[in-house]
């Protein structure tokens, strides 16, 4: 992902689409085999934009707080237990 496609998605906001545009995340399959990089790969081909999806009827934006967890922790924390 490059610098600008990831401030896109970041931008991005509920009024910029529309609910069934986005990709439930509850029907999202990730081989718990693979390796952490591997599985960031596979979310992220079936999710699109990363930091708004949806949970059934249901639209989320996924922020992180500057808490001293890096990004790259945070989503390997989400990866881990999905």
């Known amino acids: 992902m490059t610098a600008e496609e990831?401030?896109?998605?970041?931008?991005?906001?509920?009024s910029d689409v529309k609910?069934?545009?986005?990709?439930?995340?509850?029907?999202?399959?990730?081989d718990r085999k693979k390796s952490v990089e591997e599985k960031k790969?596979?979310?992220l081909k079936q999710v699109g934009n990363p930091y708004l999806v949806r949970v059934g009827d249901t639209m989320v934006k996924i922020r992180f707080a500057n808490s001293g967890v890096?990004?790259?922790?945070?989503?390997?924390?989400l990866l881990l237990m999905a």
């Open 19 to 30: 609910l069934e545009e986005l990709t439930d995340i509850g029907k999202i399959r990730i």
């Open 6 to 14: 990831h401030r896109k998605f970041l931008e991005t906001d509920f």
């Open 70 to 77: 890096s990004f790259e922790e945070a989503f390997e924390n």
């Open 41 to 43: 790969r596979q979310y």
